[in-house]
């Protein structure tokens, strides 16, 4: 197989003299005549906004104020067998993650570059190394991950269609504050109504049902209900100022929807310095109310932990008797040092003791390699130096825009030396096939052009464990993310991705 991506229509022979990425077969008919297109924008915006589609401006915040997230009008195609293979893999990906986040010889191997250069990341390890020394916290973890795919455009081996010449590759998995658990539910929805709007109502059937946000919801009653504490409550950690509001509010209103008795309450870290404790017996309490379950939609970079007081905070909760969501294990088991070093060939059998699971997860696997001062580093320093379009640098940071793609990964390489490139990894580039469609944004004008698009897809899982047992393992939901192709980032929260859900097509 070359290492060019070409045009479904194309010969295999032809595969290697075109760039061109192939384009995926449409929900509906695109370009929408311009009548009936600006009707079901009017519409779609106000459904989006009254539905809870939305979130805060971050150039005009207003804690009182709520704009529609930008969004896709129409679902966009994605393979049927490859979204099936997504879903079927997730609880293999959580069991996976559940062992590597309990074996301390490998996260200390693995992240003993990363931690003497990256301060964040050696932050979060002492805090680990406090618990094991200490055995003072809660066995019992939350795991409520994401595992994000992308379709990689395959050179054509036969004329079976285009979804034949795409196969999904993992691009990370998440393990903290995994969003989209209520946006992505509720795309499926709006885009739904926009369907039948469009007299294309007979699509919806090949739009997969989703239920992500009850259940990672149900994930984290499932912790609530192991520590038999009926008073107790559940604790959402959350930034100072919460743009992205509606994928935050929707997990406490179901919660509540699902057991009205459970009480949900919203922390930043630096309110828990101020107002937490630990009580006789370990149990955390904030203001006197007991916690047994926290959920961290906050923590994962460290412009959340501003002073010494946050880490503190940190510490606190880790030692507590509360189920966290992530654990500090957890949390750790997520950085991009890790994902790499699971991608070297035989690592998964430290982890996995089954062959059909071990060549499942090495089948989604892109190139990842590390950057230490070895001579494996040094390979793929040249490696991305001659070729750098086919490559993106990654850091040991959550929450998108950190990334470094093409032609600026060489000047940042130069600017780094040796044991500062340990911080980072590098990661085969994903070339995704084009759908084609709309993208609508607030103050954006209408009609919009029709664009060329790429998606990513979230894979939601629940587990919960400690190192000896699994106690909860489920599939639970997906989300969709789309971008202009031209984009390497995609977040929405940050304005450059938008809301979608997939159209399964054969």
């Not at 993992?170 to 509720?186: K, M, R, W």
């Amino acid at each position: 197989m070359c290492d060019s991506v070409c045009d479904p229509i194309q010969k295999p022979e032809d595969c290697c003299s075109s760039m061109e990425l192939p384009v995926l077969k449409p929900c509906i008919p695109i370009p929408i005549p311009e009548e009936q297109l600006l009707d079901v924008i009017d519409k779609s915006k106000d459904w989006a906004i009254m539905h809870g589609a939305g979130m805060r401006s971050k150039a005009n915040f207003n804690p009182d104020v709520m704009q529609f997230a930008p969004f896709v009008l129409v679902p966009s195609s994605f393979p049927r067998k490859e979204f099936e293979k997504a879903v079927k893999l997730q609880t293999i990906l959580n069991e996976l993650m559940h062992k590597v986040a309990h074996d301390t010889d490998f996260l200390r191997s693995t992240l003993a570059n990363t931690i003497q250069v990256d301060e964040f990341t050696g932050n979060l390890f002492r805090i680990y190394e406090d618990i094991l020394k200490t055995c003072s916290n809660q066995r019992l973890s939350l795991g409520l991950f994401r595992s994000d795919v992308m379709l990689e455009s395959c050179c054509p081996e036969s004329d079976s269609g285009p979804a034949a010449y795409c196969c999904w590759k993992q691009v990370e998995i998440n393990t903290i504050a995994s969003g989209f658990g209520h946006l992505g539910p509720i795309s499926r929805e709006l885009q739904s109504y926009i369907l039948h709007e469009l007299n294309h109502g007979d699509k919806i059937a090949d739009l997969p049902e989703n239920p992500a946000l009850s259940g990672l919801c149900n994930g984290m009653i499932k912790a609530w209900e192991i520590i038999g504490k009926p008073h107790a409550a559940i604790l959402f950690i959350v930034e100072d100022v919460t743009y992205n509001i509606c994928d935050q509010r929707f997990h406490e209103f179901e919660i509540r929807k699902i057991n009205p008795s459970i009480r949900v309450i919203r922390k930043s870290l630096t309110e828990i310095y101020k107002e937490a404790k630990l009580g006789p017996n370990r149990e955390l309490l904030v203001n006197d109310t007991e916690v047994s379950v926290i959920y961290f939609r906050a923590g994962y970079e460290p412009g959340h932990y501003p002073t010494q007081n946050e880490w503190d905070a940190r510490l606190l909760m880790e030692r507590s008797l509360a189920i966290k969501c992530p654990s500090i294990h957890y949390h750790l088991a997520g950085t991009k040092k890790v994902q790499q070093a699971l991608a070297k060939p035989g690592i998964l059998k430290r982890f996995l003791d089954n062959d059909e699971k071990i060549e499942a997860v090495k089948e989604i696997f892109t190139g990842l390699y590390s950057l230490d001062a070895n001579e494996e580093g040094e390979e793929a320093v040249k490696r991305a130096l001659k070729n750098p379009e086919k490559y993106v640098l990654k850091p040991q940071r959550e929450g998108g825009g950190n990334n470094i793609y093409g032609q600026d990964i060489p000047s940042a390489l130069k600017k780094m030396n040796a044991t500062e490139r340990s911080a980072w990894i590098l990661m085969e580039r994903i070339f995704p096939p084009i759908s084609k469609g709309y993208i609508i944004r607030p103050g954006e004008a209408i009609p919009p052009k029709v664009s060329d698009l790429v998606s990513e897809l979230g894979i939601f899982g629940a587990i919960i464990g400690d190192k000896d047992r699994i106690v909860y393992n489920h599939q639970v939901g997906h989300m969709l993310r789309t971008k202009l192709s031209t984009a390497n980032e995609g977040g929405v929260a940050a304005g450059l991705g938008a809301l979608d859900s997939p159209y399964l097509i054969d």
